[in-house]
């Protein structure tokens, strides 16, 4: 259910930052866990303010076809935790992790093997055992709703935002709710603030991120060439456009760094129809595009930052799904080697520059090769 599709002419930003094009040497990467089994997917990461790192996707097993999972590394040991939804029929995986302090809570949904539809899923990590949140959001939707994202700043301060197809047609509505610390209440969809989107054509959000100067939320509409353009909204005190692109584009997630720097990365396509993998970068008024070297037929889904390095992951399409991580500092951009035989789904940076990547998403074939699960890290602290 990832739509990576964007067409358009990449601008670039004169004078943003400098590219460094060729490919760095090797690292030292480790695998650190690899759960394994067919269609087991790790779909994203999140590293905890207490050292520990959230990965989430869903796990085969047995008498599941897919069931929702996130592993937590802490004391330098991977545990598997699943998540206690019911799956009478169904079967799903989570899609978003976020934490705050303790807490963590992670997003996806499951889906009826019967009918094929969707249901949103939320679930809360309390620091000792995952709970599946009230499902509120499931008599508004119906069945045919799905969640993408969470950002959480904080225990009463928590946003899950996705798809809600429940009006019987193929166009997708805004899904946000926000979690005060008591209640979960759904907000007013968010408005489409880019005029190379057909509104009735629909809007499916992407990322979600929160600073001091509100919330963050990216997303790809549907132009009148039936091409998606990407767009990133702020909402303070009312929402307001800070990324409008233009048809043939894909915006695919964010980060933000202490100091509020926004991050968004996804792709943009040539006149040669090839997408490209792209970034920008900016803050609460507009985001701009950055010079970064990213390969021929290439997206970027997930981006980290701890301020002072930024870590962009995504795939290679060229010749079969292959990573791709773009890492930058202080302006200087270079493609790193990651010892990987598929895309990568996400990517964590610690303080101390440690980087975590996960790999693949939901669906990660390769040729007749089943899926490789797996998280890989690189670095000190």
């Known amino acids: 259910m990832r739509i ?127 709970n599946v949140v009230g499902e509120q959001w499931i008599a508004p939707l119906g069945s045919d709703g799905v969640f993408r994202a969470v950002v959480a700043r904080s225990a009463s301060d928590v946003w899950v935002l996705g798809d809600d197809n429940s009006n019987g047609s193929a166009i997708t509505t805004p899904l946000l709710w926000h979690f005060n610390g008591y209640v979960w209440s759904r907000q007013p969809a968010m408005p489409i603030r880019n005029p190379a989107c057909v509104a009735a054509y629909g809007l499916a959000l992407t990322g979600a991120v929160e600073t001091v100067d ?96 930024v870590e962009m992951a995504g795939e290679i399409e060229d010749s079969g799904p292959s990573p791709l991580l773009i890492s930058g500092s202080s302006g200087i951009w270079k493609v790193e080697s990651v010892p990987y035989d598929r895309g990568l789904s996400g990517v964590a940076i610690s303080a101390a520059g440690k980087v975590w990547v996960s790999g693949p998403v939901f669906g990660g074939w390769f040729g007749n090769t089943e899926p490789d699960p797996a998280v890989l890290t690189r670095g000190h602290g």
């Open 214 to 309: 509100g919330l963050y939320i990216s997303g790809n509409c549907t132009t009148s060439e039936f091409r998606s353009a990407g767009l990133v909204e702020r909402f303070g005190s009312r929402w307001t456009g800070v990324l409008k692109l233009a048809s043939g584009s894909a915006v695919n997630g964010l980060a933000a760094d202490s100091a509020g720097t926004i991050w968004a990365v996804g792709d943009t396509i040539g006149s040669d129809g090839f997408a490209t993998g792209a970034a920008w970068t900016g803050g609460p008024t507009a985001l701009s595009l950055v010079a970064i070297p990213a390969p021929h037929a290439s997206t970027l889904g997930s981006v980290a930052t701890n301020g002072t390095r």
């Open 4 to 130: 990576r599709v964007g067409v358009g002419v990449m601008v670039l930003v004169a004078g943003v930052l400098c590219v460094a094009v060729a490919a760095s040497a090797a690292a030292q990467w480790y695998r650190t866990l690899s759960p394994g089994g067919n269609p087991t997917s790790i779909e994203a990461l999140n590293l905890s303010s207490d050292g520990s790192v959230w990965a989430v996707g869903g796990l085969h097993t047995a008498s599941h076809y897919d069931q929702p999972t996130a592993w937590r590394f802490a004391k330098k040991v991977w545990q598997a935790q699943t998540i206690p939804v019911d799956l009478s029929n169904r079967w799903g995986y989570l899609t978003a992790v976020a934490s705050a302090g303790a807490e963590a809570w992670a997003a996806g949904y499951t889906v009826n093997q019967t009918t094929g539809n969707p249901a949103p899923l939320v679930a809360h990590w309390d620091g000792s055992a995952w």
